[in-house]
């Protein structure tokens, strides 16, 4: 036993080489440009949003909340990949510690998984605000959000913890390099030489229990806000209530679509599809939900276009007099 684990610990690598994005090493800089521009804009946009939530009496408010974390979930998924990812492709700088890799690892799934709950919360959200309307207040109490909020992070963390122990656990001898800009569970596991049959199960299993349970949760609700919306007589009343659900239906199409498809495509298309289409993909996933939400959610809600407006006009008016 004591060989074994010596052996073991032998055959763990002390740094993995990422490559960035296998086949396309040439346009590198390119690639960072759009790259580079739509971090900015998530940075940006997001930290605006909690701004405006924070100090704006207004938005002080359910809705505003689970998009505070959401707007924390989208800095936290993209902070974790692209910084990285854009090293490698400015400087060169392609190492990254075993440690580092599992900690990366960790903080991806974990904030993809919070993406997903939030959708999900938000869901309950506004099917408690359309079918039950005169209880909304009284149900999504603030202590309410607290605990679904804790519950869900609570839910992911758990299951992406034993994640890392069983990337943790295997032995290395297939080199150290990932054709990939961060590390990826899949990925990282291939390099093994051991079975990895656990992984491949338990990783499946994870999407299941969360991107699963969520997009079941998400799409029952908007069955029953269907339901609801259509049995409304008036056609302004109908109206007024579908777009209060706009910028969530837009969230949800920008977080699930490039999920699908690497999902689906790691496990039915893996020969046909280029593997460079699959690492852009994967950045896509981890970055059009943090650049694109607060722009749709900005756009879409009245309330935070009246106080983006409002903070504008106000520094305008401030310049003006003291010139």
């Known amino acids: 036993v004591i060989m074994l684990m010596l052996n073991q610990t032998d055959l763990t690598p002390a740094s993995f080489i990422l490559n960035g994005i296998p ?5 590198h800089m390119w690639i960072s440009f759009p790259f580079c521009s739509m971090y900015a804009v998530a940075v940006v946009g997001n930290c605006g949003l909690l701004y ?13 909340y689970f998009l505070a974390m959401l707007s924390l979930t989208d800095l936290v998924m993209s902070t974790t990949t692209i910084p990285k990812a854009l090293c490698i492709f400015w400087f060169h700088l392609k190492e990254i510690s075993f440690n580092e890799c599992l900690v990366q690892m960790f903080f991806i799934y974990t904030s993809t998984g919070m993406e997903s709950g939030v959708l999900m919360l ?16 009284t ?6 959000i607290a605990k679904v909020g804790l519950a869900t992070f609570l839910r992911v963390v758990l299951l992406v913890i034993p994640l890392t122990f069983i990337i943790k656990r295997l032995p290395y001898c297939r080199g150290n390099i990932l054709h990939h800009t961060y590390c990826d569970h899949m990925s990282v596991a291939k ?8 992984n491949v199960i338990y990783g499946l299993m994870v999407a299941l229990l969360i991107g699963g349970f969520d997009i079941l949760c998400i799409t029952i ?18 109206q007024k209530a579908f777009s209060t659900c706009t910028a969530h239906i837009c969230a949800i199409v920008f977080s699930y679509s490039p999920a699908f498809f690497c999902f689906f495509s790691h496990r039915f298309g893996g020969h046909t599809i280029p593997p460079s289409c699959h690492i852009i993909v994967a950045n896509i996933y981890l970055l059009l939900p943090p650049t694109m939400n607060p722009i749709v959610y900005g756009v879409k809600t009245k309330q935070i276009r009246d106080c983006v407006i409002r903070i504008f006009s106000s520094s305008k008016d401030i310049k003006s007099h003291s010139i």
């Not at 086949?23 to 346009?27: A, I, K, P, S, Y």
């Not at 938000?122 to 207040?137: E, G, K, N, Q």
């Open 23 to 27: 086949g396309l090493e040439d346009v």
């Open 52 to 64: 405006l939530i924070r100090y704006e009496d207004s938005l002080h408010r359910t809705m505003y």
């Open 122 to 137: 938000m869901a309950l959200d506004r099917y408690v605000a359309i079918c039950y309307p005169l209880r909304y207040s």
């Open 139 to 144: 149900i999504l109490t603030n202590p309410v």
């Open 191 to 198: 390099l093994s030489c051991g079975n990895i049959k656990v």
């Open 221 to 238: 609700s908007y069955t029953m806000i269907l339901r609801a919306v259509v049995s409304l007589s008036s056609a302004d009343a109908r």
